[in-house]
């Protein structure tokens, strides 16, 4: 997740960086086209000028303010193909319109000064239009007897089309804007709908290897891992059918090993008795005691002896489950502890409809396995949930001065008391687990893991309550 965002930031500044060029070129293109335009203004009113100095006489050049068209098109609109030639289509304007003013005129502030133009030199107005003023020197009108000398005289106004570059500057300004605004939903929606679901999903194969067969993998309304999630339920079937098969047939073992050894018991303890029958020449007509008698009775005595210990050590581990624990520690809160168990089983006992609660206490810390402890606290909570009475499951954490306590609480009819000090014993099952599923391996791997951790499980009971109470230093 983490690494996403940092591409996804990483890619929001490399299209910042491509909007900043876009403008700055952007803006240098819409600058020099603005440069071009004014030069071809610059152009037609010279000419304009020449043309209306040119044709000046009598002391003045019109008798009252007019619009010149005739002007407009003898130069420009009549020429357009050739301006156009010169300085290209976009450089050139699309209308052009000339005013002339006479000189009493001029000398008031008549509606272009009140507009705000600036009549003293070429200015680029907004939307594309230029106003380029019409100004005769001394030395230009001394021979035609003219009083306009340094005086605006007239105005000719140019109208462009929108700015090429100005309006591709807008679009790929807008397209950029959308695409971040597009990426960064993109991404929200692909973190929150398929990273996050799967995350979470990543943890369970981790979680099968470990043997922690949870609960079935939820499919998402989606589906977008409808596969993924079918063969991870699958594998956890088959997981799970893997280990009842095994620990059936480690039952059916251990019952056909206990039966072989009690088989060889007796007989092993029949020939040592007739071993030393023959030592004492007991079968001897006249109970003489032979050397020969005496010494070969001996070695059938100490190999009866060997089979004898050959059979309690077979014994002793066919009631023992293979299985051993290398505990990883380390700190973690109360409160992540609680955590997981409400996600782990509060959706499978809401469909049960069995009331669940959790009472952490404060959030300390514990230094232990925290899969470890998971791991025994899930197979007490299958316990509650299997020989409960579905009434309420209760677990509580508390700390004393000698370590911490969790205690996995249910309402039910609980075992015998004579029981309780076998409910811990490998392969061992009480007399209500009839129609129950299970083959009494739990219960002793959660005694193994607690003491590889340092701690010890005890169970106590009540009437209609059983309480499995774990102790971690």
């Known amino acids: ?6 591409r996804f930031l990483l890619l929001v500044l490399f299209l910042a960086a491509v909007l900043i060029a876009v403008n700055l070129t952007g803006r240098k293109l819409s600058e020099d086209q603005k440069t071009e335009r004014i030069i071809v203004t610059n152009r037609i ?10 044709n000046a006489t009598g002391g003045c050049i019109y008798p009252v303010r007019i619009s010149t068209d005739s002007l407009a098109d003898s130069v420009f609109y009549d020429r357009r193909s050739e301006w156009e030639g010169i300085y290209g289509k976009a450089a050139c304007p699309s209308k052009v319109s000339v005013h002339i003013y006479p000189t009493a005129y001029i000398a008031e502030d008549h509606e272009d000064r009140e507009a705000g133009v600036n009549t003293s030199k070429t200015e680029y107005l907004s939307g594309g239009a230029v106003i380029s003023p019409l100004v005769f020197t001394e030395e230009e009108v001394s021979d035609k007897d003219l ?5 605006v005289y007239g105005l000719v106004e140019y109208h462009f089309d929108s700015m090429s570059y100005e309006i591709l500057l807008l679009i790929m300004n807008v397209v950029l804007i959308l695409t971040a605004a597009l990426l960064m939903l993109y991404t929200l929606w692909i973190s929150t709908r398929i990273l996050v679901p799967f995350h979470r999903l990543s943890d369970y194969p ?3 290897s470990k043997g922690e067969l949870t609960e079935k993998l939820p499919e998402s309304r989606d589906r977008f891992f409808g596969k993924y999630v079918w063969g991870m339920n699958m594998l956890s079937d088959k997981l799970e059918n893997d280990r009842s098969r095994m620990e059936k047939l480690s039952l059916e073992h251990m019952q056909h090993v206990t039966t072989l050894v009690h088989t060889i ?30 010494e070969l009775a001996e070695r059938i005595k100490v190999k009866a002896d060997e089979i004898e210990n050959i059979v309690s ?8 489950a293979i299985f051993e624990y290398d505990p990883n520690v380390e700190p973690f809160y109360r409160s992540k502890l609680a955590e997981y168990l409400k996600e782990e089983y509060e959706t499978r006992l809401k469909v049960e409809k069995i009331p669940f609660e959790v009472d952490a206490g404060k959030d300390l810390i514990i230094k232990s396995d925290f899969d470890g402890v998971c791991r025994i606290l899930r197979q007490l909570m299958d316990n509650a ?26 309402n039910g009819k609980p075992l015998p008391d004579s029981e309780i000090s076998y409910v811990f014993n490998s392969l061992w099952r009480g007399s209500n687990s009839k129609g129950v599923r299970g083959s009494g391996v739990g219960l002793y791997e959660a005694r193994v893991i607690a003491r590889a951790l340092g701690g010890d499980i005890r169970m106590r009971t009540g009437e209609d309550r059983t309480e499995v109470v774990l102790y971690l230093p």
């Open 1 to 6: 997740m983490k690494r996403l965002w940092i």
């Open 206 to 208: 981790e979680r099968l």
């Open 385 to 410: 949930i299997k020989y409960g009475d579905g009434t309420g499951i209760f677990l509580k954490m508390e700390k004393n001065d000698e370590g911490h306590f969790i205690t996995v609480a249910n």
């Open 147 to 151: 009083q306009v000398a340094g005086n």
């Open 45 to 54: 009113t010279d000419e304009i000028h020449d043309r209306i100095l040119k």
């Open 265 to 294: 018991k007796t007989p092993a303890a029949n020939i040592k008795l007739l071993a030393e029958a023959i030592a004492t020449g007991l079968y001897n007509p006249n109970g003489e005691v032979y050397e020969k008698d005496a």
């Open 313 to 320: 050590e077979t014994l002793s581990s066919s009631n023992t």
